[in-house]
């Protein structure tokens, strides 16, 4: 697994001092002329920008260049340049959308950051806290730190991994927070709670199972009129927000309501014992797509929930596993970001140990494999951008290894395995046409605005 | 639009949809969330036209369908606004799960249910149906008579639904088409006067959504053991006692409101021409007016006819009818809905059942008209008057009357 070290800048906190532009060029050419710098802060109105190498989990200077010049180091996530491989042929400055990777006049050639071995030099020179040297590691002790918003004891089943999302979601999102959790396994689990005790430390309620946007939006609206910044969140499952929720969902993501919806996926009804939902892929048994004589599981395909969302003109859309924390982590917090300008939709990925039927101490392995098969793409979109894949699966697993652990698809004919291998490729090869820069165009077509 | 009378600065000429928006402004409500469906549209209409035209101070939420409608305001009550919103007919059936669930929740809020006839035959007139199918849900409900009352309830409802012993949604019921678009000189309150009256908002005091006060609303309550029974019950008999409560508070808010603009409206029932009375017709609603005339026609002949219009429907009025009804001889009861369960009108279920508790126990019938928009006449009230003293004569209580049937 690739590992996640990057250096992220607070801009709230730069002044345009320089001072680690001035400590980078000395370091890498010494001599302190900052436009050999390879962090570059650039004043952007009142504020600043950084142009830098983010190390990228999808990196497009590596996709794009001819050369293997480039790679992804899986030790510490360092995106590396190799001078022996390189053409300078500059395909690359052109796959970033950072300028991160620039040609470099006194060098004859491309320069980026190679975070200096893992000990950035251009961190510690900033006094003012505007940088900081994350790595995997300290991802994990950061969340840690914050406090847990849900009280020990939640009744989930064993080896769930929709409770292990509430909790790190909520220690993210933080106590000043509104919290919706409609019918379904998380207030299921005791969130909301049972005559008169509850299972959560910040104002936590069951809305209906198809009105979850529709509270929040005057949950929200209320509080913005009154000058108070208050989080409004949903924790939702795929039933609540695919099916009978899709229209308030669908509302309020087209009025721009500033709120974030998190929509855990496990595939069904789980929480009422393990029915069908429209975000049920293909094939699957359900107690009420159940398999016999003549049932063969679900007929049709799944609902692709986020897609829709981006069709939205969400702020921000994501998709995410819980076997990529840190990839879940940066998602999470770009979409707190943008539920603050408007509408934020997350959609996470929460294999069911019960309803899918296999050993609870292979959740997170099943995840894994859901991803490393494409089954589950990781992505983000928002409307400047544009849909960007967050880890690419090149080679991916065979779709017959991720079914086979699952006992929901035991009864699969090999007609149906090949419908589904078919219906991932078609999915890979939509989405990634997305994220090779159609979609902006797109999304304006569909939302009429071309 | 209004046209505002220069020889009366307070006095403008409007409809009832008209009329529920300027009590909506004047009641400072700070949200409002609202979808078209006849004949309310032009309601949320005025509305949003007052707040672009910076009249009312209020966030206005255009949602994609009714349900959604409820459940913005009931996340903005949680929040603390003063909420408003109208439907009828289809929207309030497609409503009907937030609209289940609000006075559960002991929200107070103010909701217009501009009258319509349900589906199916496809209709879009008025007609009582769709208040009446959500009679037994738990919100206050008043019917109004005239475009002035649909104003001046309005207003009332908050201070009703606010009031600390009642906490509970209020319907204010106006008919569609006769007081949805039919114009009439109203007379408008001041900001002042409405201000004196009605107290600013106390709507999550109990059950908040608020970081600052954390709380969990509406865990699951009730099950067999444990708590849970007599918790459920303390909830359900609680809510009961609300809608008791409500009685003596719309008295005293239609008391204050008497007081404070000058303007009175009986607040439960009102009894028409009924001192000597010895037949009686009981209406509701805008069809009041025509059965009124026909009553003061019947006097004219020097019949002892009288009237009681029933002005606050749930709670039911169960004491103030047993008394105005007392010592009449019969009682032709006027619906504009049906009750499928009894084969006749559902006010005239709860006039019977509220003629248990009168000294003097009067024959009645059940008459039915003014469905989809269908007029009930002053002929037609003359023809309730003849049937309802010819069933004083002979006590012969007869097959529910359909008023419309042979128009």
């Known amino acids: ?450 | 639009m209004s046209a505002v009378l220069k020889s009366k600065p307070k006095a403008i000429v409007c409809d009832g949809n008209e009329a529920a928006a300027w009590a909506v402004t004047l009641a400072r409500v700070d949200m409002v969330a609202v979808y078209p469906i006849t004949p309310q549209s032009s309601l949320v209409e005025y509305l949003a036209k007052f707040v672009a035209d910076g009249k009312l101070n209020a966030e206005i939420i255009d949602v994609e369908g009714e349900h959604s409608v409820l459940s913005v305001l009931h996340g903005g009550t949680l929040a603390g606004a003063r909420t408003y919103t109208g439907t009828c007919g289809p929207g309030l059936a497609f409503m009907f799960e937030p609209y289940l669930r609000t006075p559960g929740l002991r929200m107070p809020m103010v909701m217009s249910i501009v009258t319509r006839d349900t589906l199916t035959p496809q209709s879009v007139w008025g007609g009582h149906q769709d208040a009446m199918s959500v009679r037994e849900v738990g919100w206050i409900q008043m019917y109004c008579e005239t475009v002035q009352e649909v104003l001046d309830t309005t207003i009332m409802g908050y201070k009703v639904a606010e009031h600390r012993d009642v906490m509970l949604p209020v319907n204010v019921c106006h008919d569609g088409n006769y007081l949805s678009y039919g114009a009439t000189r109203v007379e408008l309150p001041t900001q002042e006067e409405v201000d004196a009256f009605l107290p600013p908002p106390a709507t999550n005091w109990h059950a908040a959504l608020d970081p600052d006060r954390p709380m969990a609303v509406d865990p699951l309550t009730g099950g067999a053991g444990g708590p849970g029974p007599s918790m459920f019950v303390r909830y359900r008999k609680g809510q009961c006692s609300g809608m008791q409560n409500s009685l003596a508070v719309i008295e005293a808010a239609h008391e204050d409101w008497a007081r404070i603009v000058g303007r009175r409206h009986a607040p439960l029932v009102e009894s028409y021409r009924m001192d000597d009375a010895e037949t009686a017709l009981v209406t509701l609603g805008s069809m009041t007016g025509a059965g009124k005339d026909a009553v003061d026609e019947a006097r004219d002949r020097g019949e002892r006819v009288g009237l009681v219009k029933v002005k606050t429907y749930r709670p039911f009025p169960v004491q103030a009818i047993a008394k105005a009804l007392s010592g009449v001889k019969a009682v032709g009861v006027v619906d504009r809905s049906v009750s499928f369960g009894w084969n006749s009108g559902p006010l005239y279920q709860d006039v019977i059942g509220a003629l248990q508790f009168a000294t003097q126990r009067p024959a009645a019938m059940s008459f039915i008209g003014g469905l989809a928009g269908a007029d009930i006449t002053t002929d037609h009230f003359g023809r309730v008057i003849e049937r309802t003293q010819a069933l004083a004569k002979d006590g012969q209580v007869g097959e529910t009357v359909w008023l419309n049937e042979k128009d």
């Open chain 1, 1 to 450: 697994m690739s590992a996640y070290n990057t250096i992220s800048f607070l801009p709230e906190h730069c002044d345009g001092c320089n001072a680690c532009m001035t400590a980078c060029a000395t370091a890498k050419t010494g001599a302190p002329d900052v436009i050999n710098s390879r962090i570059q802060i650039v004043a952007d109105g009142d504020s600043f920008e950084l142009a830098m190498c983010r190390q990228c989990g999808d990196p497009k200077c590596v996709s794009n260049c001819p050369a293997a010049a480039l790679a992804k180091n899986d030790a510490d996530g360092v995106i590396d340049w190799d001078g022996t491989k390189c053409v300078n042929c500059l395909l690359c400055t052109v796959g970033c959308a950072y300028g991160g990777i620039v040609h470099n006049a006194a060098a004859g050639h491309v320069v980026k950051c190679d975070t200096c071995g893992g000990d950035p030099i251009c961190v510690k020179a900033c006094d003012r806290g505007a940088l900081k040297y994350l790595t995997t590691a300290n991802i994990y002790n950061e969340v840690g730190d914050l406090e847990d918003l849900f009280v020990p004891g939640l009744a989930g089943c064993q080896g769930c991994n929709t409770e292990l999302i509430m909790r790190h979601a909520m220690r993210r999102i933080g106590p000043e927070t509104v919290l919706a959790t409609p019918p379904g396994c998380i207030p299921g689990m005791g969130s909301v709670g049972y005559n008169g005790l509850t299972g959560t430390k910040v104002p936590v309620f069951h809305p209906l199972l198809t009105n979850t946007a529709s509270m929040l939006t005057g949950v929200k609206r209320h509080y913005k009129r009154q000058g108070r910044e208050v989080n409004a969140v949903a924790l939702a499952g795929d039933g609540g927000a695919s099916d009978v929720g899709f229209q308030s969902l669908s509302g309020a993501a087209e009025r721009g309501e500033q709120i974030l919806f998190i929509c855990v996926d496990n595939e069904g009804y789980m929480n009422t014992g393990m029915q069908r939902s429209s975000c049920t892929p293909f094939g699957a048994w359900t107690s009420t797509t159940p398999v016999g004589e003549r049932g063969t599981g679900k007929t049709q395909d799944a609902k692709n929930m986020p897609l829709l969302m981006v069709m939205h003109n969400c702020e921000y859309v994501a998709t995410a596993s819980t076997a990529f924390m840190e990839d879940l982590y940066d998602k999470l917090d770009k979409a707190i970001a943008a539920s603050k300008r408007g509408f934020a939709y997350l959609h996470i990925y929460s294999p069911c140990t019960t309803g899918w039927r296999f050993p609870s101490q292979e959740n997170i392995e099943v995840a894994r494999k859901a991803v490393e098969a494409n089954f589950v793409m990781l992505w983000e979109s928002n409307p400047r951008d544009g849909l960007q894949l967050t880890r690419s699966v090149e080679q991916p697993l065979s779709i017959a290894e991720y079914l086979k652990a699952l006992g929901k698809y035991r009864h699969l004919s090999e007609e149906q395995v090949g419908h589904i291998q078919a219906t991932v490729e078609k999915n890979v090869g939509f989405i990634k046409s997305l994220s090779e820069g159609c979609h902006p165009a797109m999304a304006q077509t569909m939302s009429g605005q071309a």
